[in-house]
Nanobody, 125 residues
Framework: VQLQASGGGLVQAGGSLRLSCAAT????????MGWFRQAPGKEREFVAA????????VYEDSVKGRFTISRANAKNTVYLQMNSLKPEDTAVYYC???????????????????WGQGTQVTVSS
């Protein structure tokens, strides 16, 4: 499975961006999809995840109510709609795919099998 993330950019605080993650290759499996981010000098942190069917979503507390993760399985694409962006949201955002994840493990980046290349999100104050 190959993942291609896109949609990052520079936006002012309070603005919005939508990230996309397109999957190619052996996408016939049932994958949980996640978004993670990493700011300079910081560890990679969980942002959001969505289960295979799209019926269950999980969010990191600081993005709840501002970010929405969704997926279009027919297009093998996952989205992260980011609203009310803050300077502290500035980071490289990575999408990831994990097979067979249990719900309690979706926040842990070592559980994911495949990673995209990352897309830079910069929020100016």
């Amino acid at each position: 499975v190959q993942l291609q993330a896109s949609g990052g950019g520079l936006v002012q605080a309070g603005g919005s961006l939508r990230l996309s993650c397109a999957a190619t290759g052996r996408t016939d499996g049932r994958y949980t999809m996640g978004w993670f981010r990493q700011a300079p000098g910081k560890e990679r942190e969980f942002v959001a995840a969505i289960r295979e069917s799209g019926g269950t979503t999980v969010y990191e507390d600081s993005v709840k109510g501002r970010f929405t993760i969704s997926r279009a399985n027919a297009k093998n694409t996952v989205y992260l709609q980011m609203n009310s962006l803050k300077p502290e949201d500035t980071a490289v955002y990575y999408c990831a795919a994990g097979k067979g994840l249990i719900l309690s493990s979706v926040r842990a980046h070592p559980q994911y099998d495949y990673w995209g290349q990352g897309t830079q999100v910069t929020v100016s104050s």
